[in-house]
């Protein structure tokens, strides 16, 4: 008798736990949609931290991180996904990977989740990142390779934005190309300054208000005449 009022117990006892979990199931479903409603941030990862504990999946989990990343939280977004390449990332965590680790100054990292993105799905944006990454690297033929197919695939309706300035602003991704290769140019030949000028003012062309190759332009024009002045002083 006595086992069989235990059993009964512990039956009665499971079933409320399994009430109360899809209670509150349904409770941070109706929440995550009533935050998702106010563009209340933090009330959506609470939410779905909630909801992947009470019933964890990937692609929560991969939501979850994309949140952290487009909030400018990096670290949170890594440390809920991982930073490993693995073959069976879907395309939004490989994505927060690539953009995570850029941000947090790991071009070599992050180059590799590019490199997985431009794999599944190349088009011109990823092949501006990828140029990006390498030059950083010290890859310049290899962004070489990526700049050439980014500027033959970029349509003129594409933008890139830059935060160089207080205030971000977007330029045509074809002049954001150039100046990519004028940088590449110059790292590859900095006996040859003419021709990354030459790059930038295809840029500049392009939009004239394009800030950073501008500045990139006085810093060339500024070591050619340094280095003229030096050629000048030693004749």
Do not use: W
Request: proline share 2%; no cysteine.
């Amino acid at each position: 008798m006595k086992r069989i009022v235990l059993v009964l117990v512990f039956a009665l006892g499971f079933l409320g736990t399994a009430q109360t979990k899809s209670e509150l199931l349904k409770h941070y479903e109706l929440f995550y949609k009533e935050m998702r409603l106010q563009g209340d941030v933090n009330g959506v990862i609470n939410a779905i931290t909630h909801l992947n504990v009470l019933a964890p999946s990937k692609q929560r989990r991969d939501t979850l991180a994309y949140i952290y990343a487009n909030n400018n939280e990096h670290m949170q977004a890594l440390n809920t996904i991982g930073v490993e390449k693995n073959e069976s990332d879907s395309d939004l965590s490989v994505q927060v990977k690539a953009i995570s680790l850029k941000a947090l100054n790991q071009p070599k990292r992050a180059l590799e989740h590019f490199e997985v993105l431009f794999q599944r799905a190349p088009n011109a944006y990823l092949a501006y990142e990828l140029a990006d990454l390498k030059i950083q690297t010290g890859d310049n033929a290899g962004a070489e390779a990526n700049i050439a197919y980014g500027l033959t695939n970029a349509k003129e309706d594409m933008k890139y934005a830059f935060y160089e300035r207080q205030q971000p602003y977007e330029v045509p991704l074809k002049a954001a190309l150039f100046h990519l290769k004028a940088l590449m140019q110059y790292n590859m030949d900095k006996n040859n300054i003419d021709s990354a000028l030459a790059l930038i003012d295809e840029a500049l062309k392009i939009d004239a208000n394009f800030n950073l190759a501008s500045l990139s332009k006085q810093a060339l024009t500024s070591r050619k005449e340094q280095e003229a002045t030096s050629t000048e002083t030693k004749n």
